[in-house]
T-cell receptor
Framework: KQEVTQIPAALSVPEGENLVLNCSFTDSAIYNLQWFRQDPGKGLTSLLLIQSSQREQTSGRLNASLDKSSGRSTLYIAASQPGDSATYLCAVSDDKIIFGKGTRLHILP | EAGVVQSPRYKIIEKKQPVAFWCNPISGHNTLYWYLQNLGQGPELLIRYENEEAVDDSQLPKDRFSAERLKGVDSTLKIQPAELGDSAVYLC?????????????FGEGSRLTVL
C-alpha cells in the first residue's frame, strides 16, 4: 500500500530565503507526482506535475524534482515571499492518487 | 476556461439531516473525483468516476453516502443521515486523463459542519 510522507509538517523561514520541501513515497511504481498549494479555506491549486519518466519540472521560482528509485521528491522555492505562505501537498499516482499531509509554510516578512 | 465549480461553499446542518454537494468539472474532463479532507490532513478519496461509471468507490461509506454522475458531466455527493464525524471539507477534482495519469484540478471545496 502506497504511503506518502511530508517532512517537516511546518516550516517558518525569513523572506528571501531559498527553501526545500520534501515528499517521500513507499512504492516507486507511479504514473506521476504532483505538487499542490492550499491556502486556508481554499481548494488545492496545482503547481507542478512530474511524469514518472521525468526528473524535474520548473515553473517560475518553483522547481520540483523526482527520484523514483529512492521514492523522493523535492519542491524548491527560490527567493521566498510572504505570498508563498500556504500548505504544500504532494500526491503520487499509481492505481490511486495518494496525498501526503502537507507542509505548512510560513514566510516571515 | 472555467475551473471546477462546487456548491455550496459552506453548509451547516444538524446531525441526522441530509445534505448534498454538487460539482461541475472542467469541460471535457471525463474523470471526476470526490475527496474528503479533515483539518490538517491530506485529501482522501471517496469515489472516482470515469464518465458516468464509478470505477473506484471502495472508500465510500455506502451506508450513508451516495454519489451520482448521471450524464457523465456534473456530479452530486449525498450524505443521509449526516453524523457529527462527517464535518469536513468535501473536495471535487477532475482530470482530462484516466486512472490518475493526468494533472488533477480541484474546486474550492464544500465545508460541512454537522451540529
Amino acid at each position: 500500500k502506497q504511503e506518502v510522507t511530508q517532512i517537516p509538517a511546518a516550516l517558518s523561514v525569513p523572506e528571501g530565503e531559498n527553501l526545500v520541501l520534501n515528499c517521500s513515497f513507499t512504492d516507486s511504481a507511479i504514473y506521476n507526482l504532483q505538487w499542490f498549494r492550499q491556502d486556508p479555506g481554499k481548494g488545492l491549486t496545482s503547481l507542478l506535475l512530474i511524469q514518472s519518466s521525468q526528473r524535474e519540472q520548473t515553473s517560475g521560482r518553483l522547481n520540483a524534482s523526482l527520484d523514483k528509485s529512492s521514492g523522493r521528491s523535492t519542491l524548491y522555492i527560490a527567493a521566498s515571499q510572504p505570498g508563498d505562505s500556504a500548505t504544500y501537498l504532494c500526491a503520487v499516482s499509481d492505481d490511486k492518487i495518494i496525498f501526503g499531509k502537507g507542509t505548512r509554510l510560513h514566510i516571515l516578512p | 476556461e472555467a475551473g471546477v465549480v462546487q456548491s455550496p461553499r459552506y453548509k451547516i446542518i444538524e446531525k441526522k439531516q441530509p445534505v448534498a454537494f454538487w460539482c461541475n468539472p472542467i469541460s471535457g474532463h471525463n474523470t471526476l473525483y470526490w475527496y474528503l479532507q479533515n483539518l490538517g490532513q491530506g485529501p482522501e478519496l471517496l469515489i472516482r468516476y470515469e464518465n458516468e461509471e464509478a470505477v473506484d468507490d471502495s472508500q465510500l461509506p455506502k451506508d450513508r453516502f451516495s454519489a451520482e454522475r448521471l450524464k457523465g458531466v456534473d456530479s452530486t455527493l449525498k450524505i443521509q443521515p449526516a453524523e457529527l464525524g462527517d464535518s469536513a471539507v468535501y473536495l471535487c477534482a477532475s482530470s482530462g486523463q484516466q486512472a490518475g495519469t493526468g494533472e488533477l484540478f480541484f474546486g474550492e471545496g464544500s465545508r460541512l459542519t454537522v451540529l
